[in-house]
């Protein structure tokens, strides 16, 4: 049984933990964790394989373990094994990468115990069928990533980053302990079984999807729920970034989709207006704040926000549609989000592990301290480059598909009954438009500084390329990455029987379709052929290649490169992060990040440099973050002075404890 093979692999893993416990991090740990890592992620992900593509009947399994009255449910059906392919698929591929890149790990002792629990708890939550389990195994993984995330606790950043985490992790445990609670009822039934034969009202209904909405976008990075995870992500071991960013996100939409879209019954048409407007304020801002970053691992994460948007874009509109009853729509935006899911987890992994790369080769991270690695790490640099063209949703890899989808789902818009929605859904649609557009000019700035140009600090002019078993997982990755956009029918015919099931329809089968290409709705209205678009950019560059070394002359020129005026060698003359974004910063960063710029220029005479400083700021941060942290130290501040009462006082404050709840209970209906 497949759900049998999944929880034994989570067993194992939980024992692989121990094991390396006693090795203290040594070679020898590292070659166990990530390498038995690595052998059971492969065996969950071809029985979660097996169960998706199988389309075998559901299964469940109750243990003896969690509440004496409840046992601990677990189920594995369509949705779960997807979630469980893309949970393992990433683990595999970070597993992999890190038998490599593990041995630049300056303390392998604080990452390798956590690590397979890590992988395991994600696991223990897609296939959670109770609300007891589901919860006890979010925070279980929410603390296991939390460990990894402060796995330097000697750098002061990576402290505040665990903190805010550990806060924010806090606040969204609490809201979908709040929201199931809700669905339980006065009866307490909080087996996923029980909970869908319960008959919400419809303010309780909205309630719980707020709370959903609080918790699970705390853990995705919705805005303005975001702020832990620019913090977090990059502080955190690449391995463990790529995870984070790549994986955990996606156990978060999962928890979004299992109870919106399974346990709550049939949605009202507004939810889709509150999903669509957070959803299209998320992938702009994620993608605004990306841009101003010269952090590399910080823009990939801001990035990832920028993503998530994305995602909640296609449920928001499969919310809209099955609130109407047009369910073909609904498994239209249902499955590109699905499938943007999958195409995120693939190319954000792989951005993560390149970024990781370059880390480990220069020790740098500030894309103004990079530069020119494209002639030392030429590996490295197509693997990223694959993934920044993936990522900015150009054709023929996957990012493009899944993004078209959603487009399509949007030009559906027009059957919605309602006029809020005609409004918003075409809003909506420009805004993602706006955030594709950005996404690519955020990537040629990514990958023109830190891989082309000359190197502009000796770390940057010392790099070499990295070990084997980084260059295999990122080169897999890249290859899954055009697979997927080459190929997509077979992947969405794959997301049928999830579809299906949340939604009540599927798309058309797209293997069916001549030439392999996709037709979302019908062929007499939009396709795509991402094989045929390969091909046809193949066959031209190589043409073109040959026809420029025919009929060009064989005689080699040399001549210096052109200098727009500045003959100057110093690598400082080269376009900077800060210079790439400059535009975009002046056009958005009044309203958006409170920019303001500030240039001293020497008199004249005087040799001294001119320069230029940015000040931005983060409105989200100060507007919502900073005064909520003041009033909680302001109360507790007052608060403080109740540590040192007399008893007297201590028993007086009890008994007027109990006797206002005895009234509460006395008053109470």
């Known amino acids: 049984m497949a759900l049998t093979a999944v929880l034994t692999c989570a067993a194992l893993l939980l024992i ?30 071809c029985a979660a394989l097996a169960q998706l593509l199988g389309q075998t009947p559901d299964e469940a399994l109750t243990l003896p373990l969690g509440l004496p009255w409840l046992g601990a449910h677990f189920r594995l059906d369509a949705l779960s094994a997807f979630f469980l392919a893309v949970v393992n698929l990433g683990a595999a591929a970070a597993s992999f990468y890190a038998l490599g890149y593990g041995r630049h790990e300056s303390a392998p002792q604080r990452v390798l115990p956590f690590y397979p629990l890590f992988l395991a708890a994600m696991n223990l939550v897609v296939i959670a069928d109770d609300a007891f389990t589901f919860l006890f195994t979010w925070e279980f993984m929410s603390l296991s990533s939390w460990a990894l995330v402060m796995a330097h606790d000697e750098i002061e950043e990576n402290l505040r980053a665990g903190y805010v985490y550990l806060i924010m992790a806090s606040f969204g445990t609490l809201a979908l302990l709040l929201a199931f609670g809700l669905l339980a009822g006065p009866d307490g039934a909080y087996a996923f079984s029980a909970i869908r034969g319960n008959d919400l009202s419809a303010p309780l209904a909205a309630l719980v999807l707020v709370l959903v909405l609080i918790g699970t976008g705390s853990k995705a990075g919705l805005v303005p729920l975001h702020a832990w995870l620019p913090l977090a992500h990059p502080a955190a071991p690449s391995q463990v970034s790529g995870l984070l960013s790549g994986v955990m996100t996606k156990v978060a939409v999962y928890a979004f989709i299992r109870v919106t879209f399974d346990l709550l019954g049939n949605p009202s048409w507004w939810w889709s207006i509150v999903v669509l407007a957070l959803a299209g304020l998320t992938c702009v801002m994620g993608v605004l704040y990306a841009l101003m970053q010269h952090d590399l691992k910080r823009l990939l994460a801001y990035h990832t926000v920028e993503n998530i948007g994305i995602i909640f874009i296609g449920l928001g509109l499969a919310l809209a549609f099955q609130s109407f009853g047009l369910a073909w729509a609904a498994a239209l935006a249902f499955t590109a989000a699905l499938l943007h899911v999958l195409n995120h987890s693939l190319f954000k992994n792989l951005l993560f592990l390149g970024a990781g790369s370059v880390v480990a080769s220069t020790g740098e991270r500030d894309m103004e301290h990079l530069g020119g690695l494209i002639r030392r790490m030429p590996l490295t640099a197509f693997a990223f480059l694959v993934g ?3 990522i900015s949703a150009l054709p023929p890899l996957n990012g493009f598909v899944s993004e078209w989808l959603i487009f399509q789902a949007i030009l559906q818009s027009p059957q919605l009954p309602s006029w809020g929605l005609k409004f918003i859904v075409p809003a909506v649609g420009a805004l993602l438009a706006l955030s594709a557009a950005l996404a690519a000019a955020c990537f040629v700035k990514a990958f023109g500084v830190t891989f082309l140009g000359r190197p502009r600090t000796e770390p940057a002019a010392r790099a070499h390329e990295t070990d084997h078993f980084s260059l295999s997982a990122m080169f897999t990755l890249a290859g899954l990455c055009l697979l997927a956009g080459i190929l997509p029918g077979f992947f969405i015919d794959a997301l049928a029987p999830a579809a299906k099931a949340m939604v009540g329809d599927s798309m058309p089968l797209q293997r069916h379709v001549p030439y392999l290409s996709t037709v979302p709705i019908a062929e007499s209205r939009s396709s795509y052929n991402g094989l045929l678009v390969f091909l046809f950019i193949v066959f031209s560059a190589t043409a073109a290649a040959l026809a420029i070394h025919r009929l060009a002359s064989d005689k080699l020129r040399r001549a210096p490169a052109w200098d727009c005026g500045y003959p100057d060698p110093s690598p400082a003359t080269q ?54 942290a003041s009033a909680v130290e302001y109360v507790a501040d007052r608060l403080n002075r109740f540590q040192y009462l007399s008893i007297r006082r201590y028993l007086g404050f009890v008994f007027a404890a109990l006797v206002g709840l005895l009234l509460v209970l006395a008053i109470w209906p």
């Open 16 to 45: 692989l933990s121990a094991l390396s416990l006693p090795l203290n991090g040594g070679s020898r740990g590292r070659i166990l964790t990530y390498g038995g890592s690595l052998a059971i992620s492969l065996a969950a992900l």
């Open 388 to 390: 920044c063209v993936a």
């Open 575 to 628: 376009y900077t992060a800060s210079s790439f974004a400059q535009p975009i910063r002046r056009v958005f960063g009044t309203l958006v990040f409170q920019a303001s710029e500030r240039v001293e220029m020497p008199p004249p005479g005087d040799p001294a440099p001119a320069r230029i400083t940015v000040r931005l700021s983060d409105l989200i941060w100060d507007t919502l973050y900073l005064p909520v």
